[in-house]
């Protein structure tokens, strides 16, 4: 079945540092890749997306690309800020069927220190 | 944007009584729910894909008798969470998705704590 394997955290950064959290797939398919951010006490809000293969997405300074050939999806922020402060989730959908459910990664926590 | 309502955001109840969790679309139809269950420092697992107007679709694991799905209308979902226990406590949140789209909307979530 659909799964995403994304990296252990907690990650813990010094402000304006460089950040990655990587985050694999196993689809069947051809599946759109999103990432989900959750900031304490909050639900979860989108924070990029790429629907095929050499997609980009990027916001807010994050950016993800999706690879095919590694079935990849990390995500990427040049300089980090205490705000960033939050769970991280990798998901994947296949189809975009209403009744197609996101699959999550277990989710990589990032504390970022001033 | 698509917005999905969902109340309450916190509940407290007495094991073994009965808690009622509502989600809404509001500003489009969502035919299809999707409701999942967070744990403390772990992911988002899927419980049930709810349809409107049919019987929801429960995931492996997942007690239907325990977890009741309702989806009456094209804009509510509701979750009850029946003859709770302390281990039902958990964070719960729907979503939902517009037909041909691969945005997903989702609530804010419910806090439940079964005393």
């Known amino acids: 079945g659909n799964s995403v394997t994304q990296m252990e955290g907690p990650v813990t950064l010094s402000e304006e540092a460089f950040l990655t959290i990587n985050c694999t797939y196993t689809a069947t398919g051809y599946p759109s890749l999103f990432w989900y951010v959750q900031y304490p006490g909050e639900g979860l809000q989108l924070l990029l997306k790429?629907?095929?293969?050499?997609d980009k997405g990027s916001n807010k300074g994050f950016e993800a690309t999706y690879r095919k050939e590694t079935t990849s999806f990390h995500l990427e922020k040049g300089s980090v800020q205490v705000s960033d402060s939050a769970v991280y989730f990798c998901a994947l959908s296949e189809g975009n069927q209403a009744g197609t459910a996101l699959i999550f990664g277990k989710g990589t926590t990032l504390s970022v220190s001033s | 944007g698509a917005v999905v309502s969902q109340h309450p955001s916190r509940v407290i109840c007495k094991s073994g009584t009965s808690v009622k969790i509502e989600c809404r679309s509001l500003d489009f139809q969502a035919t299809t729910m999707f409701w999942y269950r967070q744990f403390p420092k772990q992911s988002l697992m899927l419980m049930a894909t709810s349809n409107e107007g049919s019987k929801a679709t429960y995931e492996q694991g997942v007690e239907k008798d325990k977890f009741l799905i309702n989806h009456a209308s094209l804009t509510l979902s509701t979750l009850t969470v029946t003859s709770a226990h302390p281990e039902d406590s958990s964070f719960y949140i729907c979503?939902?998705?517009?037909?041909?789209?691969?945005?997903?909307?989702f609530g804010s979530g419910t806090r439940l704590t079964v005393v």
């Open positions: 790429a629907t095929k293969a050499d």
């Open positions: 979503s939902a998705r517009e037909g041909g789209s691969d945005g997903y909307t």
